[in-house]
C-alpha cells in the first residue's frame, strides 16, 4: 500500500508537519510519498523527504482556474506514484481532493467552528488526533469519525529526573509568534507576576510575524531581564530541559505536540481551556489548569501558584508523562493508521 501524506505546507513551526514526518517515518507496511498543497515561502522541513517523494501543488490559490489545473495535475501524480489514498490533513484540501474521485482520510488536528461548505462536503472517512476534536467533527458535519489517534511523540522508559537548581523559577513556552498563540496575554500575566513582587524567567522559544510587537510589550512592561527569544530550534528537548515546566496560552489548539514534548521529558504544561489541549491533563492533575483563554488575572493565579510550588510540579510532570505516554508512542500510532488505511482502501468505512 502507497500513502499521500498531504497538508497544505511543511513549515518547519508547524506542529502539523512534525506529526505528519513522525507518523510517515514510524510506517513500517505501508509506503508514502509527500504532498504541499500551498506555495509557502517561509522555511520548510523537507530534509526528511527524498526530493522524488515530493511535488507541490497550488491548491490553496483564490483562482479557480488554477485550482482546476493544479486538481488535474494532483490526480495524475497521484495515479503515476501508484498511491492508494491521500491521508490529508488539511480539511479544505481534504474536500476538493475528494471532490476528482481520489480516496481521502482527513484527519482533523483543529476544532473549527460550523461551516456549511464542511457540513455538506466533508471527507466520508475522518480521523482526530483527541476526543474534543472528534467530538467537533461529530457536531459540524454530524459524521462520527473512524478513530481517535494521537500525534506521535518519543516517551522514554521511565521519566526523567529534574535538575531543581537549574529550572527551579524557570518556564518556557514553545509556540509559534501569532497572535493564536496568545503570547500577549501570557507576557501580560508576567507583568502582573512582576507587579506582585515576583521575577520568574520565561523563554520563549518559536518564530513568527509578533516578533517586534511582542518585543516592544516585553520592553514596556519592564521584563526585558525576564522574557527571553530563543528563536527557532529543531532541538526542543535542549530548551525544554532549562524550564520547570511549559505554558500553552493558546486560542486554538488541536492536540499540542510541545505539550507532549514537554510531557516526554516530566515537565507539565499549564494549558487553556480549549478542545484538544483539554484532552492533554490528566485525571489526577493538582495543580491548576485549564485556565480561560484570555484571562490574564487567572493564567498569572496558576503561575504563582505552579512557581510557588516546584516540588509540586515535578510531581505534575510525572503525572504527565503516565498519563500521555503510551497514546503517543509513534509505533503504535502508526499500527492504527495502518488500520484504518486498509479500512479505506477496503470500503469497509
Wanted: proline letters at 5%; aromatic letters at 8%; glycine letters at 6%.
Amino acid at each position: 500500500m502507497r500513502v499521500c501524506m498531504l497538508n497544505d505546507n511543511f513549515y518547519r513551526s508547524s506542529g502539523v508537519g512534525i506529526a505528519i514526518r513522525r507518523i510517515a517515518k514510524s510506517l513500517t507496511e505501508v509506503d508514502f510519498v509527500v504532498a504541499a498543497g500551498e506555495i509557502d515561502e517561509r522555511s520548510q522541513d523537507l530534509a526528511w523527504i527524498h526530493e522524488e517523494r515530493f511535488a507541490q501543488f497550488n491548491l490553496k490559490t483564490s483562482n479557480p482556474i488554477i485550482v482546476l489545473r493544479e486538481l488535474r495535475r494532483f490526480k495524475r501524480w497521484f495515479r503515476a506514484n501508484q498511491c492508494d489514498l491521500v491521508h490529508c490533513h488539511h480539511r479544505r484540501m481534504a474536500v476538493i481532493i475528494q471532490m476528482i474521485g481520489v480516496p481521502v482520510l482527513y484527519t482533523g488536528h483543529l476544532a473549527f467552528p460550523y461551516q456549511s461548505w464542511f457540513k455538506w462536503f466533508h471527507p466520508r472517512r475522518m480521523t482526530a488526533v483527541t476526543h474534543s476534536v472528534a467530538a467537533n467533527i461529530l457536531e459540524t458535519t454530524g459524521q462520527e469519525v473512524l478513530a481517535c489517534i494521537s500525534n506521535p511523540a518519543v516517551f522514554p522508559e521511565a521519566c526523567p529526573a529534574i535538575d531543581m537548581a537549574k529550572v527551579d523559577g524557570r518556564a518556557i513556552c514553545i509556540a509559534r509568534l501569532e497572535p493564536i498563540k496568545g503570547h500577549i496575554h501570557l507576557l501580560a500575566a508576567w507583568k502582573v507576576l512582576l507587579d506582585r513582587g515576583h521575577r520568574y524567567t520565561l523563554d520563549l522559544v518559536g518564530e513568527g510575524t509578533l516578533y517586534e510587537p511582542l518585543k516592544a510589550q516585553i520592553e514596556r512592561d519592564g521584563l526585558s531581564d525576564l522574557v527571553r527569544f530563543v528563536g527557532f530550534t529543531s532541538d526542543v528537548s535542549s530548551v525544554i530541559n532549562n524550564a520547570l515546566f511549559a505554558v500553552l496560552a493558546s486560542e486554538m489548539e488541536g492536540q499540542g505536540i510541545v505539550t507532549l514534548e514537554a510531557a516526554a521529558m516530566g515537565r507539565p504544561s499549564l494549558l487553556t481551556a480549549i478542545p484538544g489541549s483539554i484532552d492533554l491533563l490528566p485525571p489526577d492533575r493538582r495543580l491548576p489548569n485549564g485556565v480561560a483563554f484570555g484571562d490574564v488575572t487567572a493564567l498569572a493565579d496558576a503561575l504563582e501558584a505552579w512557581f510557588a510550588n516546584p516540588v509540586e510540579v515535578v510531581e505534575e510532570g510525572q503525572r504527565f508523562f503516565r498519563f500521555l505516554k503510551s497514546s503517543s508512542d509513534p509505533s503504535t500510532i502508526a499500527v492504527e493508521y495502518t488500520k484504518v488505511y486498509r479500512r479505506v482502501v477496503a470500503g469497509n468505512s
